[in-house]
């Protein structure tokens, strides 16, 4: 089984920054795709940001030129750097993973999901 797991949520004032990781885990053949989602109260999750295996990387408009996605591969983890960000920024953030767990057979693994608030 593949574990998903976020890390370096929490509050920020706006303008702030914040750096999210996630790290995929358990029997891993490689790794495709990851990515980083949100909710917010109310809404539906929505793609923030993705990169692929060789660091092409995808941005929703409303964030492009605040926030950077990126991977260690070799961790099997990604990063999402948050810059300046704003009170529509708070929401809970989902890390999601795209894994071959063997020749042939991917599936999607996602993280439990941490919260981020930008509030003053």
């Known amino acids: 089984q593949v574990q998903v797991v976020e890390s370096g949520g929490g509050l920020v004032q706006p303008g702030g920054s914040l750096r999210l990781s996630c790290a995929a885990s358990?029997?891993?053949?490689?790794?495709?795709?990851m990515g980083w989602y949100r909710q917010a109260p109310g809404k539906q999750r929505e793609n923030v940001a993705s990169i692929n295996a060789g660091g092409f990387t995808n941005y929703r408009d409303s964030v492009k030129g605040r926030f950077t996605i990126s991977r260690d591969n070799a961790k099997n983890m990604v990063y999402l750097q948050m810059n300046n960000l704003k009170p529509e920024d708070t929401a809970i953030y989902f890390c999601n993973a795209d894994v071959q767990v063997h020749p042939g057979k991917s599936s999607d693994f996602w993280g439990q999901g941490i919260q981020v608030t930008v509030s003053s």
């Open positions: 358990g029997t891993i053949f490689n790794i495709f795709a």
